[in-house]
């Protein structure tokens, strides 16, 4: 199938796509399928984004001295950092 398929668009067939009922090579823009560049841009920007939040979430982790397992002093305990006011007494 896929041998076919980049056969086909070395050939020149731009249009050429896998059917996926059928698993066979045909022309899409015959079958109705367009893809917009549009979609194919949004989608390869919103991958990039969660790329890079992984990585700026993984230096952040890395800068706190936390590594695999650990956590940053200041989450020792399950209290509040030092300096940081919890809430007023009850009544």
């Known amino acids: 199938m896929m ?5 086909q668009h070395e050939k020149g067939n731009k249009n050429a ?3 996926v009922y ?4 045909i022309n899409m823009m015959d ?3 367009v893809e917009p560049l549009r979609v194919k841009t949004q989608a390869i920007n919103s991958a990039t984004e969660s790329a890079v939040m ?4 993984d230096d952040v982790i890395a800068s706190t001295g936390g ?3 650990e956590m940053p002093p200041e989450m020792m305990g399950g ?3 030092p300096g940081m006011g919890g809430m007023p007494p009850m009544m």
């Open 3 to 7: 041998v076919e398929l980049k056969s």
């Open 17 to 19: 796509g896998l059917d």
């Open 22 to 25: 059928t698993g066979d090579v």
């Open 31 to 33: 079958k109705g399928v």
């Open 54 to 57: 992984i990585l700026r979430i």
């Open 67 to 69: 590594g695999e397992g």
């Open 79 to 81: 209290g509040m950092p």
